[in-house]
């Protein structure tokens, strides 16, 4: 692949590469240094024992120690070198692996939103520095010892050989039997941790309707099914590799025998006997630390081959010139989207046009594609066709870190992280004290901050404070308005709201109103109706109407009164055939409400 189509992750490995190289270059020392205890097993028997030099033996012996220092300072340094090359992939890969989770989770709409991707990325760092990496690299090394075993005596030489290709074949059979069992349990056990993340961030939903042992039975079938898995590949596995040091000691002493025999038919020497039952062990422990280790060699080539994916749909955004701070003004044309995932269309060719300043409120029936529109309007969700422009250009042709915050969104779900309110309403930037109390005074919730132990300071999450469904709705609209935005849009703002808290919201729209943002507003309390300039009525995913809001008012007030004439000539026919005798008038049925909804409201 060319450097041009690499993704990150092959980047990353190939700035690696030349620490990767210096561990080849280490192994190569220290592969060459694991001959010195054979050679020196050899000169004690071959020179020592039978000219009784004690000379002699203290030289070899003092050389051993030396060598054999040198032997573990050069695994150590090696060792330090693949903790260095973990560490580096991490620098090197974190943020984007962070970012393409991040993009993951929005393409999905949330629906695929986990870590995983950093559990894969600590996980494969994990196994670089673990020992069955460095089989790797003293496999190769068997040719040398098997070369050196023919110089000891041919015998030796082939029953290296003869180990060898055994062991590779039990390394075969291991793969073979063992990794598609070990890639579908790890895939069912990342399933099932989703499946489980999701029904703890309902545990009170769980337990408030019983449905603990529901839910718990579902998550033990996929768990029994990991186990089963599992099992099986353990199972195989823990056969091949009990057979697999089995034959290796076997091995080791039938070199021994061999080597006597050898010894008392005068071919060898005694210290060759030993240094050929040493130097086999060393020679196939590499591939039987493959076999045992072969678990963790399927978990990192999978973590590798999600990670390769998940990178590779990372498609950073051009680098964007910069353009001048928007006004507001939004224009939409022929505007199609779908949810993530989805094949249908949701909005359907709708156009319109936002003057910079004005509020707009946007009603109709629920699964209108209110909610969809208000994702597409802020450049979360991308059209299948048309285009949302704010100031003329196109919402997706802008920087979004510069564009960020120059736009406020309050969503119907609030999310606030872990972190103090101050930091919530900033956006976790740098938090400018006097901009903060302002958006907290625009949301109305300046006073109700200052209530609390900590004010300001009071942290939300896990460690700190847990704020009513008002109160975060009301945070969530200070950190909306917060910098002063130009495009703001409020999804069901007054949702969680009491009477308070609406009187609140109608100042916060005043407010907002001076400082001459645009923003959309979806409501389906009818008493946002008198902040709104504009109102746009949205049923089955189009634009039915769209104008002034005493126009639009005016028009649904009218196809009330035409639905309610309509309603009542149906009616009062079948009322006079019922009852025999001089009919009644029937009282006037309560005008329904535009779209299927109370009032005029989303």
Sequence with gaps: MSRSHENNLQAALRACKGSFLSVGFFSFFVNTLMLVPTFYMIQVSGRVVPSSSTSTLIMLTLILTILMATLGSLEWVRSRIMVRISNRLDVLLSRDVYRASFKKALSSGGMDASAQSLNDLTSLRQFLTGNGLFALFDAPWLPVYTAVMFLFHPWFGWMT???????????????????????????????ANLHTTKSLRNAEVIESMGMLDTLMGR????????????????DKSGIISSISKTFRNWSQSMMLAAGAYLTITHEINPGLMMAGSLLLGRALSPIDQMIGSWKGFVAARMQYQRLNETLEKLHSEPKRMSLPDPEGHVQVENLVVAPPGAKAAVIRNISFVAPAGSIVGIVGPSAAGKSTLARALLGIWPPQHGTVRLDGADISSWDKQELGPHLGYLPQDIELFEGSISDNIARFGKVDPEKVVLAARVAGVHEMILQLVDGYDTVIGSDGVNLSGGQRQRIGLAR????????????EPNSNLDEVGERALGVALQKIKETGATVFIISHRPNILSRLDRVMVLNAGTL???????????????????????AQGQTQPRVAAAAPGPATPAAPAPAPAPSGEEQPSA
Excluded: C
């Excluded at 050989?161 to 039997?177: K, S």
């Excluded at 639009?552 to 309509?566: C, D, N, P, R, S």
């Design 161 to 191: 050989v003869g180990a060898a290709v055994v062991l590779i074949f039990l390394a075969y059979l291991t793969h073979r039997y063992t990794s598609n069992a070990l890639a579908e349990a790890n895939k069912q056990s990342l399933t």
């Design 219 to 234: 998550w033990a079938v996929r768990q029994r099914r990991v186990l089963v898995l599992q099992s099986s590949a353990s």
């Design 480 to 491: 909306a308005v917060y910098g002063s935005p130009r495009l703001i849009v409020l999804d």
């Design 544 to 566: 039915s109407m769209y104008g002034s809001r005493d126009q639009v008012i005016a028009e649904l007030a009218q196809q009330q009164a035409k639905t309610q004439a309509q």
